[in-house]
């Protein structure tokens, strides 16, 4: 197994190495359009309301702050407040040396979440077929470094992520409690990431022409003898294509593929037993969701999981999460109208920074998700939309995107354009 484990390392590294080889003399055909380290203040504090089946009800108090202290470091604070309480704090482009090392910290942590777990893996579900897992204590860390060269257009990225919780009660989709085990399950996972970059566009933040390529290797080794030992590999490539105007149409190919080095326990009864849902025997409801849970972990323990689909960034017609397996297969376009103004500042009390554009977007996405490598593409779906955005100086993108597919329309809000990551 160390041997196995090496040779991918080894491997990773050879193609990061060649990777560099060929990108470092393109790099100085590329000239930035604008500075790529802005350092030009901004911020956002709003109150959103939240109502959760089996939660109840509460208040999200977010504040979103750009470029601290006249430097790079961003950060975004969300407080939890009524029924359920927690915290989510992240720190981001900390730099540790100016213009090429920055620290990305971020921690989770949070009493109660609900998560969306739908009946099956890939895309046969239908858009009520779920049940809500209700988790305590959940806590989640990730910690990144990225060490950037050539004004950002070349970039290494070392990640280790963490997160641990409870499921102690499922739910219904109406918030009905359909087992509330009295030996709560208790999960943890870990990984790590490298990634390595490639960033020949004209700007590293709103880019209008050139491309953008990021490969990204991720180790999630097993901590307990029941786990499954595997790795996921994914390549995320951008194309930006100058139209009319300042106009930009956008293209980009996602794929994420979890490799199995050494499968976990997928005994149906020891599963069961891990479980520990206590199903009555004539509550049909119970031992439904008992087995549906079951084919989740058998799933995940013989072929690992890949990035999901669904949510701000990728798959904007569902909710967060909404698709997963072992294979995804991604491709989406995505025109970009910038209707470009002078540098103007604005304070609106709660919302401050300098736009320098605004865009409208008209996209479309389409994505398959299987548990082999052969059937991807057997299983497809289709997201249409249209979003609005403001593009500022501090770095950040205000966006509000409406995503429509088979199960209806889905609005997501965040500050980053889409596409970006995994």
Known sequence: MKNTRSLRLTQIAWLIAVFSTWAIPAIAEIDRRKDQFPTEYGYLLAPLPYSMPGIGQGMFL????????????????????????????????IPLVRNHLFLHAEVLDINTVVVN???????????????????????????????????????????RFKNSGDIYKVRDPKGNIISSPSDPYKFSNRSTMLAAQIDLSDDYLDARKGFRVD??????????????????????????????????????????DANIRKRGTIDRNVIRQELGLQCA???QQCLTTEENLIDMFVNQRKHGTASSLGGENRFRAYPDGRFSGAHVAFIGAEYRWNFVRDATPFNFYIWRDTHTGYQVALFAEHATVSETWNDLWKEQRTVIGAGLRLVTQSGSVYRADLGVGEEGPELSVFFYYPWDGS
């Open 62 to 93: 977010l504040g979103n702050f750009s470029n601290l202290f006249d430097t790079t470091i961003d950060a975004n604070v969300i407080l939890v407040t009524g029924e359920a309480r927690g915290k989510v704090v992240v720190f981001d482009e």
């Open 117 to 159: 777990n739908y009946d099956s893996r890939g895309m046969d579900t239908g858009k009520n077929d779920y049940t809500l897992l209700e988790i305590s204590s959940y806590l989640e860390r990730n910690l990144n470094l990225d060490l950037t060269f050539f004004d950002r257009k070349l970039t290494f990225s070392a990640m």
């Open 215 to 256: 490969m990204r290797y991720t180790d999630v080794p097993r901590k307990q003898s029941n786990e499954p030992d595997y790795y996921v590999t994914e390549v995320n490539a951008n194309f930006f294509v100058p139209t009319v105007a300042n106009d930009t149409l956008v293209l980009n190919y996602f794929e994420s």
């Open 281 to 283: 025997a004539g509550d």
